[in-house]
């Protein structure tokens, strides 16, 4: 792996101090701003989505496996240990809005150059890239709090290279003002230059532009309910009834792919990259377990099948080596004279056998006894025929192509058997936001009170069924493992795609229903939001923070105390603020910053520091496990 590792105090100087330069391929159009033509507004538009990331490699490299554990969303391969809640590097993350807000500088700076009338006919576009800022400018602060924005990227235009930090409260109001300037402008303005070819997101479609601007309002008001609940409410009520409507439907949704193919330049902008990630992060047990229990069919498109298909299983009787009893449980098989024959998987069947995570308690995976087939699959899982040998992972990982367009997959074999493999690479397509998630949040602000059109359970159908659909839809275009092919193989594995008459049966159990507990409820509400967040690590960390969910002694999913070896207050909420150098340009601003939100500079900080140093959004929130307040 190429060194990518940066402090991200003098990573975000640096963007700083070059925020308004722009990539080799556009250098033409931004080497002289006032020669820039009408036209080359478009391009501007056009590179600013290109350069649209919030989860980039880095995040799921770094980022991820942190906020999965300290979750309790997925666990450690190893298990969990007293270590668990040490930081890594970070990257991705926190400055990643400065690569889409200097292109919002420079159409800025273009369109001042033109006479009135003419910089009128680009205000859609200008509106689509405040948008894009808006959402990256939510994500970047998330974990790092105050950012410097209102000043940020205008060296280049005679503004400072040492931009202020920005409060992340006066920033929400700013977000929240310019999303509502954005939908005014996508809803009334007209004879607009915006050409369709260059919007790859919703090809020109000023309704879906605003759309998408109202509902992301919704991403805001969830960040402000441990800090001014009534303010978050009413501006739920405020996107419920505002003329532009909410992101409702397929076609609504921000889900789309960059490029289909690229001449030269930069691959991962079509296939999102081809490094691997969380090779160390499996799924939880307790998530999986929920979700077979409801037999909800995302649980297929976030995990990978385990390595157990039914020829594995027979290949270890011909053995006669021991199969994990948890696998085990869930064969038919017959023995004669001592010879095992696997005749069929039980209980739900193919393909829903084969999703299985891993136990959450603390030190598990060091107690073989109870453990073992879990942790020690190494020994426990692995088969020799002849010379060969292999070992066959028992749990569930995360599904890295609904992540990567260009991660191969090799379906699992007996030793010494077929190599049969998946090496096409093909153009991923990302979400980052949609019906399901502005359906779960209207669900949630009902249920705290906000004046809502529609019942809370009326928002909750709508988006469990959204979001198994969109699911469904990604695995589909990212051509994920299984999805429409069972590989010829196995004779009795099953494809994973969605099947006619699942989302019904799933959303008639009583763990999908709204009942009038209102605390039951409530938790339901955040459990489905988790669920749906499985993909976007980010955003399932913020929903554990700001609610306490999973809650200690839940019926659902329980969070597991793992106190005396670490309390719940000793698991970070944050992420580290690297201490700056005195060289800095940024030096005494950042040192301000950090002494402004309550925040110790430095590497290698404990949990407990990090649980009560928190950003501002998070103040008041409830502590791990605790559940709402």
Excluded at 301 to 322: E, L, P, T
Aim: net charge negative; aromatic share 14%; with cysteine.
């Amino acid at each position: 792996m190429k060194k990518i590792t940066y402090l991200v105090t003098i990573f975000l100087s640096g963007l700083l101090l070059f925020a308004s330069s722009c990539s080799d391929e556009m250098a033409k159009i931004n080497s002289n701003p006032s020669q820039v033509t009408d036209a080359n507004i478009s391009y501007l538009f056009a590179q600013a989505v290109i350069n649209f990331e919030p989860s980039g490699y880095l995040l799921w490299f770094y980022n991820a496996p942190m906020t999965l554990k300290w979750g309790q969303m997925g666990v450690p391969t190893g298990g969990f240990t007293p270590s668990y809640t040490q930081t890594t590097a970070t990257g991705d993350q926190g400055s990643q809005y400065i690569n889409v807000l200097k292109y919002a500088r420079d159409i800025e700076y273009v369109r001042s150059n033109m006479k009135e009338e003419e910089a009128a006919k680009f205000a859609n576009i200008a509106a689509c890239v405040d948008v894009l800022t808006v959402y990256l400018g939510i994500f970047d602060s998330d974990m790092y709090g105050d950012r410097p924005f209102t000043e940020a990227a205008k060296a280049r235009y005679g503004g400072t290279l040492t931009p202020k930090y920005d409060k992340i409260s006066d920033l929400y109001s700013l977000w929240l003002e310019t999303l509502d300037n954005a939908v005014n402008t996508l809803t009334t303005s007209t004879n607009q230059t915006f050409p369709n070819n260059q919007d790859v997101i919703y090809r020109g479609d000023a309704a879906k532009w605003a759309k998408l601007a109202n509902s992301l309002k919704l991403k805001i008001a969830a960040r402000l309910i441990s800090q001014d609940r009534s303010k978050a409410l009413a501006i739920a009520s405020e996107v419920a009834s505002n003329p532009a409507g909410v992101i409702d439907g397929s076609s609504d949704d921000f889900l789309f792919n960059k490029a289909s193919s690229i001449t030269g330049g930069d691959g991962d902008k079509v296939y999102h990259w081809n490094q691997g990630f969380l090779e160390s992060t499996a799924s939880s047990q307790r998530v999986v377990n929920f979700m077979l229990k409801n037999q909800d069919p995302r649980v297929r498109f976030f995990y990978r099948k385990n390595a157990w298909n039914s020829r594995i299983v027979q290949g270890f009787f011909d053995q006669g080596k021991d199969i994990p009893k948890f696998i085990l449980d869930n064969v038919t098989y017959t023995e004669e004279n001592g010879v095992k024959k696997f005749v069929s998987w039980k209980g739900l069947g193919e393909p829903w056998v084969r999703y299985y995570g891993l136990p959450v308690e603390m030190n598990a995976g060091q107690n073989n006894l109870l453990y073992g087939d879990y942790f020690d699959y190494s020994n426990r899982s692995r088969l020799k025929i002849g010379d060969a040998e292999k070992t066959y992972v028992p749990f569930s990982g995360f599904n890295q192509e609904m992540v990567i367009g260009r991660y191969d997959f090799t379906l699992p074999t007996l030793p010494g058997g077929p190599v049969i493999q998946d090496l096409d690479d093909n153009p991923w397509y990302g979400m980052y936001m949609s019906t399901a998630e502005v359906n779960l949040y209207l669900a949630e602000f009902k249920l705290l009170g906000a004046s809502l059109p529609k019942t809370a359970q009326e928002y909750f159908n709508k988006a469990i069924k959204a979001s198994v659909e969109e699911y469904n839809r990604l695995a589909a275009l990212n051509k994920i493992p299984y999805y429409g092919k069972t590989y010829d193989y196995d004779p009795f594995e099953e494809v994973i795609d969605l099947k006619a008459g699942e989302i019904d049966a799933m959303v008639a159990n009583p763990d999908y229903q709204l009942t009038g507990n209102a605390a039951l409820d409530l938790e339901k509400v955040y459990i489905q939001q988790l669920i749906h967040f499985t993909m976007y690590p980010n955003d399932q960390f913020v929903t554990v923070r700001r609610s306490g969910i999973p809650k200690e002694g839940s019926s659902l999913i329980a969070w597991q105390n793992f106190s005396p070896e670490v309390a719940n207050s000793a698991i970070p909420r944050r992420f580290e603020v690297g201490a700056p150098s005195p060289t800095d340009l940024m030096y005494q601003i950042l040192i301000d910053a950090y002494k402004s939100q309550g925040f110790t500079p430095g590497t290698g900080q404990d949990g407990a520091l990090l649980n009560s140093e928190r950003v501002w959004q998070d103040v008041n929130a409830p502590q791990f496990g605790q559940g709402p307040n």
